[in-house]
Structures are given as C-alpha cells and as structure tokens.
C-alpha cells in the first residue's frame, strides 16, 4: 500500500539558512499534519492542512510557514534556521480531519 | 486539556513473554487514544486505536490494548513478545478541540525484548 512520502530524508543547512521539506500524502488522503521530534522527546504538532486550508496550529515558530497544495501535498518553510531546530520533522496524512493519521518516515534536519 | 502519560521510560522484556506498556490518559469528553510503533531512523507505524466499542482493541503485528475507563488506562499488550519487537512506543490522544485533531503524544516506552 502507498504510504506517505517525505523529502528530503536527511537534511543539512547552517544557520541562518532557510530549508523546504515536502510531504505527498498517502493518495485520498486530503488532510496534512507537521510534527517536529527533538532528539529523545515525542512528537509536537505543527501544523495541519484540510483541503488545502490551514486547519490548526500548534507550537510552530513564526519563522517557519507552510501550505497544501492543489494535489494535496505540502510544504514546511523554515527560514533563518537555529541549532535548536535540529529535529526529526515528520508529515502525517489521514482521510478527513477526524480518521488515523499515517506518518512518513520523517526529515532529519541537522542545523550547524 | 487532552494529555497522556507513559509512566515508564523503559520495559525488558524475555523474548516469549507477555508485554504490558502502560498509558493512562487525561481528556474531556470521550477519548480517542492511539498507539504507535517507532522503530529506529523510521517513521511512527499505527498500532491500534479506541474510538469506541470493545474495550480490548487488536491491532497490527499481535498487539492489543484494553481501554479501561474507570482507571482512565489504555495499555498496550502482547501475550508472546519477539525481540523484533524492541522499538519506541507511543501512546497518544487525539485531541478534536476546535473540530480538528492533531495528536497528543506521550512521552514514549522504550521496550527491549531480550533472547
């Protein structure tokens, strides 16, 4: 089965750089979630999308910005990059706002 | 506001053995409690969810979960543990405030499974 796909899967940027990271949702899928893991914590939510409108927000700083496109898929904008936001960025799909959320194997972004 | 705890960091486990990872939930209104599987340098792999029902969900890989409204508990069980079940573990609650429903992630049970 299709699953969600994520790109880049490792990343590497200094600071103060900006970084794009892709999600295309599992096909049907027209619900977007963003979450960032720092190394040894469990997942904080972002973002989400439904069909293509922003559907909540969570901790997400103000640097970062991000959308759902007409096909669905999405994108996180992190601009002027800190060490601290070296984490594990994973994008979850789901079928409607209220069905499970599948997650892809994650970005790792490494801030030097 | 919507919270779950995992109170341990860590579960060994002999291989053939039961396993119990527990969870206990804090939410208003009823509770839509996940569990998720995170193996390293991979992504979260659904387990089993409770939505409503049967008390005692079954999910991938031989898993199940007993939810238990009175302790507010929804640990996640296997009769016979497999050392390929050594990975991260993660409870989580769903949490619709506003009509939408990012999870709520608990810290994590690491499981080691032993030969």
């Known amino acids: 089965a299709a699953g969600v796909i994520q790109s880049p899967r490792h990343l590497i940027k200094e600071k103060r750089e900006t970084a794009t990271l892709k999600c295309y949702p599992i096909p049907r899928h027209d619900t977007v979630y963003w979450y960032q893991q720092g190394p040894g914590q469990d997942p904080q939510f972002l973002i989400s999308f439904y069909e293509k409108m922003q559907s909540d927000k969570g901790s997400i700083p103000d640097r970062f910005s991000a959308q759902q496109f007409s096909d669905y898929h999405s994108e996180l904008n992190m601009s002027s990059l800190e060490l601290g936001d070296s984490a594990l960025y994973f994008c979850?799909?789901?079928?409607?706002?209220?069905?499970?959320?599948?997650f892809g194997p994650g970005t790792r972004l490494l801030v030097l | 506001a919507q919270s779950v705890a995992q109170p341990e960091d860590q579960v060994n486990v002999a291989e053939g053995n039961p396993l119990t990872v527990k969870c206990t939930y804090s939410?208003?209104?009823?509770?839509?409690l996940f569990w998720y599987v995170q193996y390293p340098n991979r992504g979260l792999q659904f387990l089993l969810k409770?939505?409503?029902?049967?008390?005692l969900v079954k999910g991938s890989y031989g898993f199940e979960a007993e939810f238990n409204k009175s302790q507010t508990s929804f640990h996640l069980k296997k009769p016979s543990a497999l050392v390929s079940d050594s990975a991260l573990y993660f409870c989580a609650v769903r949490d619709g405030s506003g009509g939408y429903n990012k999870l709520i992630f608990g810290a994590g049970t690491r499981l080691a499974v032993h030969p």
């Open positions: 939410v208003s209104g009823n509770p839509y």
């Open positions: 409770y939505i409503t029902g049967d008390n």
């Open positions: 979850a799909s789901s079928r409607g706002a209220k069905e499970t959320q599948y």
